[in-house]
């Protein structure tokens, strides 16, 4: 079965290469490559076509090497039927903190896929064009959706990570830490400069040197010298993108930004209504998830709170004035 977005174009060949590459049973699905079909609009549209293109052939290239992209992305998958059918009702039943779930839905279907044992591929000659926000409200609105689903994913697929090569594992909890580690060289940057009124020299060095570097050997491969440009991403990364992310990880229990309504009341396969000691013993289970992910939510800005108490303690009070005076 081939999935295509609505906004979606998608070349002669594509569905050919596709198949091809499911000719292979142990494959449950695959993905190709993305590309902005609305390049030429905007200065944001280019930079998130050059974003596609490391995505796709940096991070799930080097993932499908060993066997699992972790997310086969919406715009344009095909999946096996036969595996497709078995996985259906969990794919449909989806929950978090006891509520319906029906965001990230490519994700989730994809960490099905791997949990029953197939494998997940990248075929990078076939490629789409989807249409991508030209604006920095439309594009910060969907990196949130992405963000929360890509975290609320990533702790449903920990179980699976010790059944799949050593390589993912150390991409998954290193994509999820490089954020961090940016987050908090940021942050302690920002501080020397506010308590000390001195430039962080060495932070925005590394920082610019790591981006260059990158962005170097993505010109290199793809034989583009406009994929250079792709340094001007780093400020939106630094000033919006990681407080949008840091935001995400606080408001994972959010769900007023689904684009679609969930008719929760109405039981899967639409038969007879469940009996009220079904229902009782359903609506406990949701508050206990609820009350369980409240209580991580608060230890999490707690931990923030105290982090940032001590960012702004270790200079002392006669240190701050004379830097002032």
């Not at 902005?36 to 490391?54: F, H, K, Q, V």
């Amino acid at each position: 079965m081939l999935n295509v977005d609505s906004d979606t174009i998608i070349g002669s060949d594509v569905v050919t290469k596709l198949a091809l590459r499911m000719q292979n049973p142990a494959i449950g699905t695959a993905m190709g490559q993305l590309t902005a079909g609305n390049l030429s609009d905007t200065w944001l549209t280019r930079l998130i076509d050059m974003e596609y293109w490391l995505a796709c052939n940096e991070e799930l290239a080097a993932q499908a090497r060993f066997g699992a992209v972790m997310c086969c992305c919406g715009p344009c998958t095909i999946y096996r039927w036969s595996v497709l059918l078995l996985l259906l009702d969990q794919y449909e039943t989806q929950f978090f903190r006891g509520k319906p779930s029906d965001f990230g839905e490519d994700r989730h279907l994809t960490i099905l896929m791997l949990t029953a044992g197939y494998r997940t591929e990248y075929v990078p000659d076939a490629s789409v064009a989807t249409v991508v926000p030209d604006r920095l409200g439309a594009y910060l609105r969907q990196q949130l959706r992405w963000a929360r689903s890509t975290y609320r994913d990533t702790l449903l697929s920990l179980r699976l990570l010790p059944c799949l090569d050593r390589y993912l594992t150390l991409d998954v909890i290193g994509l999820n830490l490089a954020s961090l580690f940016l987050a908090l060289s940021l942050l302690a940057g920002l501080a020397q400069l506010a308590l000390t009124a001195t430039v962080p020299r060495w932070t925005g060095l590394t920082i610019a040197s790591l981006t260059m570097i990158r962005c170097s050997v993505a010109s290199v491969r793809a034989r583009q010298i406009r994929s250079l440009g792709f340094s001007l991403y780093t400020p939106i990364n630094l000033f919006l993108m990681l407080p949008l992310k840091t935001y995400a990880l606080c408001t994972l229990s959010n769900s007023d930004w689904l684009s679609r309504s969930v008719a929760a009341n109405v039981p899967h396969g639409g038969g007879n209504r469940p009996s009220p000691e079904t229902r009782r013993q359903h609506r406990t289970l949701q508050n206990f998830r609820q009350l369980r992910w409240r209580f991580a939510e608060q230890i999490l800005r707690a931990a923030l709170r105290r982090w940032w108490w001590h960012m702004t303690a270790f200079v002392a009070p006669s240190d701050r004035a004379h830097h002032l005076s």
